[in-house]
């Protein structure tokens, strides 16, 4: 927490986290949008960034490119934020009466995406574990229905979700009347190490993705890492969700079967 706090006391740190939670960027992409700051301090306010988890950086060629990683600020909320929420609310209810008495409106913008248009998304994520490589493993693979579910789900009433741990092996989500969809399709397995799947997980239209999950021991338990590429029709708000959503799954539901043994996918007791 130290390394976070401190991280997000910067300015120039804060902003680079705004343009990152935009899209990936290089190095040099993020030195260009700081041109009162030298390359030097952007990339030491990258390290410190890269220290408190908030960052993940990736070299693809020549180039390294810079991954927001929210992992660690939903871990800040759930610390500091999620046990004063209930206090919070009753305020905030009255704040907002106030506001709609006095014709106060959304600060909020939406921008809507258009539908259709051909674009490709980065979701990059490392969630740390307190269990071994092979709870972890077994948790992607054999557990998958204890912590997914609703409403990252085609039918909201579905009873399972179940990967075959094979090379051809499909993700599939299962229907009481005995039908359902195919998630994705397993195109590389390495028993407690990898886990890499093929397919349109969940989105619409002409779509390709390759999603990428690799574990590693890390200060006694495991560092499991997300890398989810998608091409095709994906507007700005799926690219949006589907961060959000993998954050949902990995860092909260997927860590507390793991660690707690907590159920919260289509498995749990009803």
């Known amino acids: 927490m130290d390394d976070l706090f401190r991280a997000l006391s910067n300015p120039t740190r804060r902003r680079i986290l705004d343009l990152l939670r935009e899209k990936p960027n290089t190095t040099g992409e993020l030195c260009l949008r700081f041109p009162q700051v030298t390359r030097f301090a952007v990339m030491k306010h990258l390290a410190e960034l890269q220290k408190a988890g908030?960052?993940?950086?990736?070299?693809?060629?020549?180039?390294?490119?810079?991954?927001?990683?929210?992992?660690?600020?939903r871990e800040m909320v759930e610390r500091w934020v999620l046990p004063f929420e209930s206090e919070w609310a009753g305020r905030m209810r009255r704040v907002r009466r106030l506001a709609e008495s006095i014709g106060g409106t959304s600060m909020t913008t939406i921008q809507d995406s258009l539908a259709g248009a051909a674009r490709s998304i980065h979701v990059v994520q490392e969630v740390p574990i307190q269990a071994s490589p092979e709870a972890v493993f077994q948790a992607l693979t054999d557990g998958m229905g204890d912590w997914w579910g609703a409403p990252y789900l085609y039918d909201q009433n579905s009873t399972d979700i179940l990967l075959e741990a094979k090379l051809g092996g499909h993700v599939r989500e299962v229907t009481s009347d005995g039908g359902g969809a195919i998630w994705a399709t397993v195109i590389e397995l390495r028993p407690n190490r990898i886990l890499e799947l093929s397919g349109l997980v969940g989105m619409a239209g002409a779509v390709a993705g390759l999603i990428r999950f690799e574990i590693?021991?890390?200060d006694g338990g495991s560092l499991l890492k997300l890398d989810?590429?998608?091409?095709?029709?994906?507007?700005?708000?799926?690219?949006?969700?589907?961060?959000?959503?993998?954050?949902d799954l990995l860092a909260t539901r997927l860590k507390a079967y793991v660690e707690r043994g907590e159920r919260m996918g289509v498995r749990a007791p009803k």
Do not use: C, F, M, Q
């Not at 908030?54 to 600020?73: F, S, Y």
């Not at 989810?228 to 954050?247: F, L, M, P």
């Open 228 to 247: 989810h590429r998608a091409v095709g029709e994906v507007s700005d708000e799926t690219a949006s969700n589907y961060t959000g959503g993998w954050n």
């Open 216 to 218: 590693e021991p890390k």
């Open 54 to 73: 908030l960052v993940v950086a990736r070299k693809t060629g020549r180039e390294v490119w810079n991954h927001l990683n929210a992992v660690p600020i």
